[in-house]
């Protein structure tokens, strides 16, 4: 029965920190042990809620950063000012602690490798996290779906999975953007996501490409609307809003 | 109480009875949504109410701003966990929309123009407690809000309240919308954290 499916899938689990990696100075990739983990899709998200020793609660949604792995779940966390939920998980969170956990929530920002459409993945700054999963999913499953990959981020300091990214992936193809300042050598001048980026970095609208967009509000309407603009399907343009656009 | 993650305080807490448990006050009007923005022109804009026996209604949008409007002013609760209070608004009730018609349905499906669809319970849109708003906070409403008509259904989590409205199907059962399918609510109560299909 789907609804009692659903009710397991979001029970409350128990997670526990294992390991954790700093991806820049205000980001960091948590991997919990999880046990009873259900399994999930590339894209999905998890809700997160800690409990102070009053009682109270905070919960927040964070995208699953790899994919299914046993009772193992990665998430990556960027610490947003006076944020109440991030700055405890990309500081004084330690290894053995532990938080709750359910998910995985939402089918519909999922990438399944079996599906043959070339992909297009658009990032904004942390917006990269969902996006990760689905390419890491396509390497675990060894499958030559053609992918690319726009990341935009205000400096080259800000990038996430920056080794992971740099090895060449055949039939993955990663254009950079940057918004505030451009890598050592690199030439032109910082600039946001625009048509011609899009026009020249994304697959033609008759390739018939599902596009994944994740970041913040404002960008992930930016680059929806432009591919529009530019002949894609609005049916295959799938977008996860990660809140407030700082930029 | 849930296990406790240690040194997790929290924010200083907020205790303002207006917030269901586990929102926070937003200032902005942050969205949600789950594909890109349509752009859905007045010109050729249509809302249709169908009956359970198939009886359909329809209205232009120079028909709609003819009907007699309302300015509720609301509080508005978003299942990512922002409330945001006093919202202003103008729209015609729901009421006036399906007040006339001969329906035995219990439940409603909302259509959206780019496919959205939700459900929810028909005594939950009459008796002025639903609206298909056209204006906010004295303005029209954009795109990105929903306009240039959404529903409103202020006592609902908001994704009920479905942006880019463009009809309402009255029926005898309830089925599952969008993101009712994919694990949400069926009915989305912010005062009983009914986020999840279980909850
Ligand atoms: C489906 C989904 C998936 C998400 N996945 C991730 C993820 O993989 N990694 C990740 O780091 N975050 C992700 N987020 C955002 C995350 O849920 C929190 O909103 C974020 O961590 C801030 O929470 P906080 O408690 O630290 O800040 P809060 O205490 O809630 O907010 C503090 C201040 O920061 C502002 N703020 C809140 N959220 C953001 C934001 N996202 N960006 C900028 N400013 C903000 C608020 O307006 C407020 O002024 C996701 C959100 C959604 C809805």
């Known amino acids: 029965m789907a609804r009692t499916a659903v009710s397991g899938r979001l029970a409350w689990r128990v997670a526990r920190l294992a390991e954790f990696r700093d991806e820049t100075p205000t980001a960091r990739t948590l991997v919990f042990d999880l046990p009873g983990w259900p399994g999930h899709l590339a894209g999905q998200h998890v809700d997160v809620r800690l409990t102070a020793a009053d009682g109270y609660r905070a919960q927040r949604s964070y995208s699953l950063a790899a994919p299914v792995n046993g009772d193992r779940v990665e998430l990556t966390v960027q610490r947003v000012a006076d944020g109440e939920v991030s700055e405890h998980l ?6 053995g602690d532990p938080v709750e956990i359910r998910g995985p929530i939402g089918g519909w920002f999922a990438w399944r ?58 039939g993955l193809d990663i254009t950079y953007v940057y918004t505030r300042e451009l890598p050592e050598g690199r030439p032109g001048i910082p600039k946001r996501i625009d048509v011609a980026t899009l026009n020249t970095a994304a697959w033609p609208a008759e390739f018939g490409a599902t596009s994944f967009i994740c970041g913040p509000t404002a960008f992930v309407e930016t680059a929806a609307d432009i591919l529009q603009a530019l002949g894609h399907d609005p049916h295959r343009i799938r977008t996860e809003r990660f809140g407030p656009s700082r930029d | 109480m849930g296990v406790v993650t ?78 945001k209070l006093d919202t202003r608004w103008r729209g015609v009730a729901v009421d006036t929309l399906v007040g006339g018609l001969d329906t035995e349905a219990d439940y409603v499906m909302v259509h959206a123009y780019g496919g959205y669809t939700t459900n929810l319970p028909l005594a939950d849109l009459l008796d002025g407690q639903a609206w298909i708003a056209y204006e906010y906070g ?62």
């Open chain 1, 90 to 95: 990309t500081g004084p969170y330690a290894i």
């Open chain 2, 6 to 83: 240690p040194g997790f305080q929290g924010r200083a807490r907020s205790g303002n009875p207006r917030l269901p448990p586990g929102q926070y006050l937003a200032e902005d009007f942050p969205v949600l949504s789950a594909g890109p923005t349509p752009r859905v022109r007045t010109e050729t804009w249509e809302f249709a109410v169908t009956t359970e026996k198939g009886d359909k209604h329809t209205w232009s949008w120079a028909e709609l701003m003819a009907l007699p409007s309302e300015k509720p002013t609301v509080d508005i609760h978003c299942v990512t966990q922002w409330s």
């Open chain 1, 113 to 170: 490798p079996t599906n043959p459409e070339p992909v297009l993945l658009i990032a904004g700054g942390s917006g990269i996290v969902p996006l990760m999963a689905m390419i890491r999913a396509r390497r675990a499953a060894g499958v030559r779906t053609p992918f690319k990959l726009i990341y935009s981020l205000r400096t080259p300091a800000e990038q996430y999975y920056a080794d992971e990214l740099r090895t060449p992936v055949a």
């Open chain 2, 138 to 199: 004295g303005k029209p409403l954009t795109p990105e809000h929903g306009g240039p008509a959404r529903l409103l259904v202020p006592h609902l989590y908001f994704w009920k309240s479905a942006k880019w409205v463009r009809g309402l199907e009255l029926k005898t059962r309830d089925e599952p919308g969008f993101w009712e399918n994919a694990g949400y609510h069926d009915y989305g109560d912010p005062w009983r954290e009914q986020r999840y299909q279980g909850d």
